[in-house]
């Protein structure tokens, strides 16, 4: 009697269900899932994502709100609640019940660099403690399946006829050389308007496309430091702008670009540099040492003889040191924001009777966005999936679903408008952004910045 009445349940749930597909488990694949399982109990996730282990390293920065929501569990597992023990996985050894963990009051605003206000998190972490969570919760039992393996359009458009979703959210992040699922299914969906003109394709860039392309390089600091400090006026001064400092291990990444005494410089990087996009990694030391990679004796020139003092000797100028048995890292990254127009796409499935037309969203990274001092696209999906999921609770999840594409879409229109290419060189930290991923939400000496805030109303311009 007992189990029959389950099965009937289950037979009902099913027939009522909504159901999810999400393609991708990065950050903002399991976020969405997480908001989506949250915001009805009649919703189910398919989740498909090739990776096995998350562990990938970077440290990536959240929007307050969002972190703040998250659920208890999720939160115990990133932030320390022992003063006196350094989490490897939080920037600081406060605790998460502390006001002083999130805001600094001591700071003014508009004279100190915002991002110190964004929580830090190590990607790898933040993954394990979403997926973890949405895995084993009660409330999601039944309701959350990850199908391992990688994903092609054809299995994209199989799992829809089989599947049947109401939503399919690509999260598949940025493309990479052995996976070019973004690309294709943007393809497929005919949605690939952006602005690719302006994203150098590697080897194959124009003389004024190299002024608008930086370099990263990556080092270990002898000491956990917050190398945030002072940032703002560095990237002003002198071409240099050094924003991501994981103090878990210690690595410290310096992005200069063409500026002041640095453009003769880049007019000088060797080919390999150029068209090798992507990390050279373990590649020297300033004493010479090369490690791992092979790399060119003229790559081995230009980096310790010219690139390195220079950009050594303005980082001690900030009381940097660049540690001379450190592993110097060196690849070429593109220095503005590019980003897809069309984040929401309509996809019709089956025959007949049983045919049906729903939204795709693409969220994170697979909507571009990069911002390259602030890593938005991850707080930009993470803070946009918070209030679609917030409109699917508020008015239903049914209801939400018949407008999600036009909604995400004027969301994202506002984003383009506000945030990208403001025609600033520099990228400041626009009021705008500052008051969506930095302090909506948050209380600083005891009230909370809302809408009506004072500072809102100045962030918000
Ligand atoms: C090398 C590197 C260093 C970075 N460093 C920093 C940093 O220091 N600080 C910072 O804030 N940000 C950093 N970022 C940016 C940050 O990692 C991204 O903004 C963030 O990861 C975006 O999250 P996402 O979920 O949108 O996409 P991703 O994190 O790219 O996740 C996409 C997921 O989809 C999965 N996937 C892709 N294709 C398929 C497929 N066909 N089938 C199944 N699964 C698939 C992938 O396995 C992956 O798990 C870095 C990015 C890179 C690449």
Redesign the pocket.
Known sequence: MFYSLLLILQLYRLAFAHKIIV?????????SSLKILEASDKSEVKL????LN?D?P?????PYSSIFKLPEEVKDKLFSDTESVYMDDVLGPRKKTDPWFWPNSNDQLWNSPVLKYLP?IR?GNL?EAIYNHISTDFKFKNRFTRIP????VE?FVKHCETFKPDLVLI?????SDK?K??EEIRHFLNTSQGLPEEVPKKGNRSENEENQVGIYMTFAAKALDNYMRGSEILAMKSGIGYF?S?DANKSV?VYSFPHQDLPNLFKGMPQCFKTDAA?ITDCLTLSGTTRKREVTQESTTWLLSNYAPVVKKILQEYNVEVPEDSNICVFYGPRYEYYYENVAKTYTYGKGQECKTIPILF?????GG?DYR??????R?MKLMELLGDIMKKEGITSALTHIGTTYSKMWATVLKTEFNQNNPRLRYKPNMVYRYALEGRTVDGVEINDTHPIALITKG
């Open positions: 393609v991708g488990g990065g950050p903002n694949g399991l976020h498909l994502e090739f990776r998350f990938r970077q440290v990536v920065r959240m830090k990607i993954q393996g990688q994903c092609t299995d999260c598949t992040g940025k493309d996976n699922f973004t991501a994981n990444q990390y969220m994170g990274d697979s909507a990069t602030l890593g938005l696209s991850l707080s999906g």
